[in-house]
């Protein structure tokens, strides 16, 4: 069993940036990826991104890339998401995921992102 805990979300203006945190226990040992997902009102989860846990290697939604990083610190079990020039339509609840093989099988609580004036 593996627990996922999420901080740091919360109301930014456009154009700011926000790192949120997902702190991993239980049986970590069985994680292959972490990932963060997000949903906005009225749309279906998507990938923002993900990074295995043995090399580091990293893959995110194409039209994410260059303003977001997933980054770990494997010392405390935490995954990262690093936000930066958020726009409007960044607006959405983030889930940390961890995956076992290909598929995503923990999740964490979702953490609100509000990108507003």
């Known amino acids: 069993q593996v627990q996922l805990v999420e901080s740091g979300g919360g109301w930014v203006q456009p154009g700011e940036s926000l790192r949120l945190s997902c702190v991993a226990s239980?049986?970590?040992?069985?994680?292959?990826?972490m990932g963060w997902f997000r949903q906005a009102p009225g749309k279906e989860r998507e990938l923002v991104g993900e990074i295995t846990r043995s090399h580091g290697y990293t893959n995110y939604a194409e039209s994410l890339k260059g303003r977001f990083t997933v980054f770990l610190d494997n010392v405390n079990n935490t995954v990262y998401l690093q936000m930066n020039s958020l726009k409007p339509e960044d607006t959405a609840v983030y889930y940390c995921?961890?995956?076992?093989?290909?598929?995503?099988?923990?999740w964490g609580q979702g953490a609100q992102v509000t990108v507003s004036l």
């Open positions: 239980g049986r970590i040992a069985s994680l292959r990826n």
């Open positions: 995921a961890g995956s076992e093989y290909r598929s995503y099988k923990y």
